[in-house]
C-alpha cells in the first residue's frame, strides 16, 4: 500500500548535537511538507518542497534544514541552533493534480532534548 | 497571511449525542478549499472532511456534515450521533489552490472527549 513513512517513531537529541529525522513516500506525489506540532500551537509549516531539489522555507524555519534529492525522500535536519526542538514532527506529501484532496500524513516523529 | 481560528479548546459530550466543532478563518481570497483533519490518540492525521469555497452545497461523509459560511468565513463541523472512536483533537484548515506551493494553514485545534 502507498503511504508516507517516518522515521524514528522517537528520537532523543542532546544539547548542541543535530539530528535527521527520515521521510520517505511511495505515493509519486510532488510536493512534501514538514509540520512541528506543539500543545496548544496546531501545526506549524517549517520547509516544502514542490519539486526535486528545490525548496522553500516556511513559518519556522530557523534552526532547520531540509533536502530533496529525490522525489520519494524530503529528510530534515534539526540543527543545533533550534533553540527548543522538542516537539511532535510530521511529514506530509500531496498530489500536484489532486490538490482538493489535502494532504497524507506520516505517523510522525516525536523529538526530545536531553 | 490567512489565519484559522478555532475557539474551542476542548469539548465533551456523551456517546450518541450531536456535537459541532467552530471554525472561522480569515482570507482576501474568494477560491480555497477547507479541511477538517482528525488526530486520535496514536497521533495519525486522518482527513476528515473537505470543502471547496466555489460549492454552495455543504460537505457530507457519513456521520459528519459541515456548516460553511462564505461571508460569515465560517466552517464548523458536525458530528452526530458521536462515538467513542471521535475522541481525538480535530484540526481545521485552509488552502489557497493556487498554482504553487498549496500550503495546508491549521487552526490551533479542538480536543473532543466521547463519554460513555
Known amino acids: 500500500d502507498g503511504g508516507i513513512t517516518q522515521s524514528p517513531k522517537y528520537l532523543f537529541r542532546k544539547e548542541g548535537q543535530n539530528v535527521t529525522l527520515s521521510c520517505e513516500q511511495n505515493l509519486n506525489h510532488d510536493a512534501m511538507y514538514w509540520y512541528r506540532q506543539d500543545p496548544g500551537q496546531g501545526l506549524r509549516l517549517i520547509y516544502y518542497s514542490q519539486i526535486v531539489n528545490d525548496f522553500q522555507k516556511g513559518d519556522i524555519a530557523e534552526g532547520y534544514s531540509v533536502s530533496r534529492e529525490k522525489k520519494e525522500s524530503f529528510p530534515l535536519t534539526v540543527t543545533s541552533a533550534q533553540k527548543n526542538p522538542t516537539a511532535f514532527y510530521l511529514c506530509a506529501s500531496r498530489s500536484s493534480d489532486r490538490v482538493a484532496h489535502g494532504y497524507t500524513f506520516g505517523s510522525g516523529t516525536r523529538l526530545t532534548v536531553v | 497571511a490567512q489565519t484559522v481560528t478555532q475557539s474551542q479548546p476542548e469539548m465533551s459530550v456523551q456517546e450518541a449525542e450531536t456535537v459541532t466543532l467552530s471554525c472561522t478563518y480569515d482570507t482576501s481570497e474568494n477560491n480555497y478549499y477547507l479541511f477538517w483533519y482528525k488526530q486520535p490518540p496514536s497521533r495519525q492525521m486522518i482527513l476528515v472532511i473537505r470543502?471547496?469555497?466555489?460549492?454552495?452545497q455543504n460537505a457530507t461523509e457519513n456521520r459528519f456534515s459541515v456548516n460553511f459560511q462564505k461571508a460569515a468565513k465560517s466552517f464548523s463541523l458536525k458530528i452526530s450521533d458521536s462515538q467513542l472512536g471521535d475522541t481525538a483533537m480535530y484540526f481545521c484548515a485552509f488552502m489557497k489552490p493556487r498554482v504553487g506551493a498549496q500550503k495546508l494553514v491549521f487552526g490551533q485545534g479542538t480536543r473532543l472527549t466521547i463519554n460513555p
Open positions: 470543502q471547496e469555497a466555489y460549492k454552495q
